[in-house]
């Protein structure tokens, strides 16, 4: 059976590259999306499938019912954009200026749509019932996924699986890890507040950028010398604004940056000694500060029992070497939230290919994908779909019919 829907995804591949096109000509911003998410609920109702739209703000959620008890498995594909210009010389270039899809979220979509309709018409076969998760939003804290499951998306849920497209590995395997995958994002924002002046007058002076730099510096003493280092941890400064002329002194300073983790304890100690650091640099140099602290994804933590399930799904539908155990990512997905209430598991699946230019890091104006990894990851999600609510069913069936002979 898992061998005709694969066959039925490989008739829809045409299809699911034109609406992957279309949907990357026609990028939306998190939070501002109303074509994506209408063009995704139509074709879903147009299958038969129960549809709810505004879930959590955004969100598409479709269910396919099947015709037989059992459990409820659901898959998650994100389709917002990024506030970048695609600088790609192809027919499919996004056309609205300053946005693209730079992430592979367009090829989730679509990849989800043609199982969608494979799935819709296989129902006779189910054991259960699949839930479409389809996420605005995971670009742009808070995401959109809190927001759904808030919203109940959730709610009947056995188990949760979602993959992304990865344009930094060769296209042709899948990538997973037991436990800590990716870690928790979060963000901050030093304003300083000292006392500018003349250039040649730094005596009379509150020097903003100096104490500033002092605050950089000291913040780089957090991970190398307070945290474990078997425990990983990242504290990037990415931006520092002061001043506007060579003559004089700036009277305040702003800085920005990140904070990634997987531990929560150690994503506690950073938050605080952050503003424990802040607070007394610039009292011992008599200007003020203000911290603004804001906590982003958790760390997307798969769970044992279904990572399991799946290194055994997919060592039987496409075979072990093209399975790749990877180390953790320091990059954040709100997937996480996602796991945080339900098992589930999140992995990638290869979409580089340097021979057509899908060679870019993800974020980048040039990136693109090799669009035959919506087929990998289609696969994937189908495999396990199969096994749970059709080969786990007829195992139960078969121990019954055994234990009653």
């Given at each position: 059976?898992?061998?005709n829907?694969?066959?039925?995804?490989?008739?829809l591949?045409?299809?699911?590259?034109?609406w992957?096109r279309?949907?990357?000509m026609?990028?939306e911003?998190?939070f501002?999306?109303e074509?994506?998410p209408?063009?995704?609920a139509e074709?879903?109702?147009?299958?038969?499938?129960?549809v709810?739209?505004?879930?959590?703000?955004?969100g598409?959620?479709?269910t396919?019912?099947?015709?037989?008890?059992?459990?409820t498995?659901?898959?998650?594909?994100?389709?917002?954009a990024?506030p970048?210009?695609d600088?790609?010389?192809?027919?499919?270039?996004?056309?609205?200026?300053?946005v693209?899809h730079?992430c592979g979220?367009?090829g989730?979509?679509s990849?989800?749509?043609?199982v969608?309709?494979?799935?819709s018409e296989?129902?006779?076969?189910?054991?259960?019932?699949?839930?479409?998760?389809h996420?605005?939003?995971?670009?742009l804290?808070?995401?959109?996924?809190?927001?759904?499951?808030e919203?109940g998306?959730?709610?009947?849920?056995d188990v949760?699986?979602?993959?992304?497209?990865?344009s930094n590995?060769?296209y042709?395997?899948y990538?997973y890890?037991?436990g800590a995958m990716m870690?928790?994002?979060?963000?901050?924002?030093?304003?300083?507040?000292?006392?500018g002046?003349?250039g040649?007058?730094?005596?009379?002076?509150v020097?903003?950028?100096?104490i500033?730099?002092?605050?950089?510096?000291?913040?780089?003493?957090?991970?190398?010398?307070q945290?474990n280092?078997?425990?990983?941890?990242?504290?990037?400064?990415g931006?520092?604004?002061?001043g506007a002329?060579?003559?004089?002194?700036?009277?305040?300073a702003?800085?920005?940056?990140?904070?990634?983790?997987?531990?929560?304890e150690v994503r506690?100690?950073i938050e605080k000694?952050?503003?424990?650091?802040?607070?007394n640099v610039?009292?011992?140099?008599?200007?003020?500060?203000e911290?603004n602290?804001?906590?982003?994804?958790p760390?997307v933590v798969?769970?044992e029992?279904e990572?399991?399930v799946?290194?055994?799904?997919?060592?039987q539908?496409?075979?072990?070497d093209?399975l790749?155990?990877?180390d953790?990512?320091?990059?954040?997905?709100?997937?996480?939230y996602?796991i945080?209430?339900?098992?589930?598991?999140?992995?990638?699946t290869?979409?580089g290919?340097?021979?057509?230019g899908?060679?870019?890091?993800?974020h980048?104006?040039r990136f693109?994908?090799?669009?035959r990894?919506?087929l990998?990851a289609?696969n994937?999600?189908?495999?396990?779909?199969?096994?749970?609510?059709?080969e786990?069913?007829e195992k139960?069936?078969e121990?019954?019919l055994?234990e009653?002979?």
């Amino acid at each position: 059976m898992l061998e005709n829907w694969k066959a039925s995804l490989q008739d829809l591949y045409n299809q699911m590259v034109e609406w992957r096109r279309d949907f990357h000509m026609n990028p939306e911003l998190s939070f501002q999306e109303e074509r994506t998410p209408k063009k995704i609920a139509e074709y879903l109702t147009s299958l038969g499938i129960e549809v709810k739209t505004g879930v959590g703000g955004r969100g598409v959620v479709g269910t396919i019912r099947g015709e037989k008890p059992g459990k409820t498995i659901a898959l998650r594909a994100d389709f917002d954009a990024l506030p970048i210009q695609d600088e790609k010389d192809v027919p499919y270039k996004s056309t609205v200026a300053g946005v693209m899809h730079a992430c592979g979220h367009d090829g989730h979509t679509s990849t989800l749509m043609g199982v969608a309709k494979v799935l819709s018409e296989n129902r006779e076969h189910l054991h259960g019932n699949v839930v479409l998760l389809h996420q605005h939003a995971e670009e742009l804290a808070p995401g959109g996924a809190i927001a759904m499951v808030e919203d109940g998306c959730l709610e009947g849920v056995d188990v949760v699986f979602g993959t992304h497209l990865m344009s930094n590995a060769p296209y042709g395997v899948y990538a997973y890890r037991k436990g800590a995958m990716m870690a928790a994002g979060d963000a901050f924002v030093i304003k300083i507040q000292g006392k500018g002046g003349h250039g040649a007058q730094p005596h009379e002076t509150v020097d903003a950028i100096a104490i500033g730099t002092q605050v950089v510096n000291q913040l780089q003493h957090i991970v190398s010398r307070q945290i474990n280092p078997l425990k990983p941890a990242v504290v990037s400064i990415g931006s520092f604004h002061a001043g506007a002329a060579l003559n004089v002194i700036a009277d305040s300073a702003e800085i920005k940056g990140t904070v990634r983790t997987f531990d929560p304890e150690v994503r506690d100690h950073i938050e605080k000694e952050i503003k424990h650091i802040v607070e007394n640099v610039c009292s011992a140099f008599h200007a003020s500060a203000e911290v603004n602290y804001q906590r982003g994804y958790p760390a997307v933590v798969n769970h044992e029992k279904e990572t399991e399930v799946f290194i055994n799904v997919m060592k039987q539908s496409v075979g072990e070497d093209q399975l790749v155990n990877i180390d953790p990512i320091m990059g954040s997905e709100d997937f996480g939230y996602f796991i945080q209430n339900k098992p589930g598991m999140f992995f990638f699946t290869s979409a580089g290919n340097d021979e057509i230019g899908a060679s870019y890091p993800h974020h980048h104006p040039r990136f693109d994908f090799d669009e035959r990894a919506m087929l990998m990851a289609g696969n994937a999600l189908l495999s396990i779909t199969h096994h749970y609510l059709c080969e786990e069913q007829e195992k139960s069936e078969e121990k019954l019919l055994a234990e009653q002979a």
